[in-house]
C-alpha cells in the first residue's frame, strides 16, 4: 500500500529545497510502503532496535523461520524458549512475548487508532515494555503511514540530515528539530528520502 498523499509531499518538499529535489528525481518511483500488519509491523521494529538495518534484516528472517507465522498466536505458542536463538536478545524476546500479549488479550486494538492522533497513539503504544517513543514512531510512518513524522532519535535520520545540510557537522537535537520545520507537514517524507540517501534500498515494516 503507498500513501496516497506521496506525489503531492515530493512535489512540495522539492520546492526550494535542492537536496531534496535531488533526492525526490533520483528515488522517482519509489515510495514509503506500508505491509498492513500492526503486530508485524512493532515487532519487527523491536527487533530492529539499536541495530544495522542488514542485522535487523537477518533477526528477522531467523525469528519468522522460527514462529513460521508472524502473529501474536504463534508468538505465544511458540514462546519465550521456542525463541531462544532466534537471534533476538532476551530482553527483545520478553519485548515481543509481552506484545503479543497486548494482541490477544485486547489491550492493543488497532481498529481505533485511524481516528487518533498521532501523540495519542504513541501513548497507547509506548505503554507495551519495550515500545519507546523511536519505535511509536516507526509504527506512525511504516503502518499508519502518517505524513508528519519527525523521529528525531533516529541516528539515521541524524546522520543524513548533518550529510547533507551541515556538511556532516553534529548539531544540537534542537537544531535538528528547526531543521525538520522545513518540511512541514510532510516530515515522514522528507525523513524517508533522508534515508534514501544513506541507503538506496527501502526499509519496509
Not at 515487532?43 to 533477526?59: L, P, Y
Not at 520545520?181 to 538506496?200: F, G
Request: net charge positive; hydrophobic share 45%.
Amino acid at each position: 500500500m503507498i500513501p496516497d498523499y506521496w506525489q503531492k509531499a515530493s512535489r512540495s518538499l522539492a520546492r526550494g529545497d535542492p537536496v531534496m529535489a535531488a533526492l525526490v528525481r533520483r528515488y522517482k518511483g519509489m515510495s514509503l510502503v506500508s505491509r498492513g500488519d500492526a503486530f508485524g509491523t512493532l515487532a519487527r521494529s523491536i527487533a530492529g532496535q539499536q541495530i544495522s538495518v542488514k542485522a535487523a534484516d537477518a533477526v528477522w528472517g531467523r525469528f519468522s523461520a522460527v514462529v513460521g507465522s508472524v502473529s501474536p498466536d504463534a508468538v505465544l505458542r511458540t514462546g519465550m524458549e521456542g525463541l531462544q536463538g532466534c537471534g533476538l536478545s532476551s530482553r527483545k524476546i520478553e519485548y515481543v512475548v509481552d506484545l503479543a500479549r497486548h494482541f490477544v488479550e485486547g489491550r492493543i486494538k488497532p481498529e481505533r487508532w485511524t481516528t487518533l492522533d498521532d501523540e495519542t497513539v504513541i501513548a497507547e503504544l509506548t505503554d507495551v515494555r519495550g515500545i519507546g517513543r523511536w519505535t511509536a514512531e516507526m509504527f506512525l510512518i511504516f503502518n499508519l503511514m502518517r505524513p508528519d513524522v519527525f523521529p528525531l532519535d533516529d541516528l539515521g535520520l541524524q546522520k543524513a540530515v548533518f550529510l547533507n545540510y551541515f556538511d556532516g557537522e553534529k548539531q544540537p537535537r534542537r537544531v535538528l528539530a528547526e531543521a525538520g520545520e522545513r518540511w512541514r507537514p510532510w516530515r515522514s517524507v522528507a525523513t524517508w528520502y533522508l534515508w534514501r540517501s544513506l541507503d538506496p534500498l527501502p526499509v519496509e515494516y
